[in-house]
């Protein structure tokens, strides 16, 4: 930054050269101008972008939700940050063009929990394992069913490219637990306005407090919708 002091040309304004003028509180300043970054468009480029984009999205999602969030923070796995973590580890596991079932809302090497998710319009069954129940023996506290629902291919002009939600159920522990019924919709999720869903479930043990070790791996599906 530079001042201009007796300026024989009077006040100068704009640009000249690699120096851009500005006129502010009764000086002629001088600033040298940005460089501008160049942005690849190759398709390869394009493409990259938009799978981090896609990737970030998620993660904010992933991140908005304080139990999530709390475990990918103390997850010993290389980042920074609940957020830096879920972006690198889910990076790689995103498409071009969309989210997949390969992508994760928990870090690997939980429990292996849920074996299937199904819905009928607003309401969704969540299926567990044979021997989800030995895990819950001598548990005394509720358990946390976490959903995140990911809308894509869009039918529509005007919407969106993708949309994404989340809930959350408590359920009471019991003798057995073999399909859990989640109805979504106060959510107001508009299946019709696209072809194709993607659900991501996991359960987190004692009733969802951020300092919980316990938890499942995440599972996937992908639907067609109605």
Known sequence: MAFLINNIFGRITGSLGDKVFRFRYGKTIAYKKPVKQKVSKSIASTQARKQFALTVALAKKINSIPALAAIWRNAKIPGTSAYHKIIKHNNKLTSVDSLTVNNIILPKGGYFSITGVSRIEDKITIS??????????????????????????????????????????????????????????????????????????????????????????????AMEND
């Open 128 to 221: 567990f394992a044979n021997d989800f129940n030995e895990l819950l023996k001598n548990f005394d506290y509720d358990i946390n069913l976490v959903v995140i629902i990911y809308l894509y291919k869009k039918r529509q002009w005007l919407t969106p490219e993708f949309m994404l939600f989340d809930h959350i159920v408590s359920i009471k522990v019991q003798d057995a637990i073999y399909d859990v019924g989640v109805d979504l919709t106060s959510l107001n999720i508009p299946f019709k306005k696209y072809n194709n869903s993607i659900f991501y479930a996991a359960v987190l043990f004692n009733g969802g407090d951020t300092k919980m070790k316990r938890y499942s791996n995440t599972f996937a599906r």
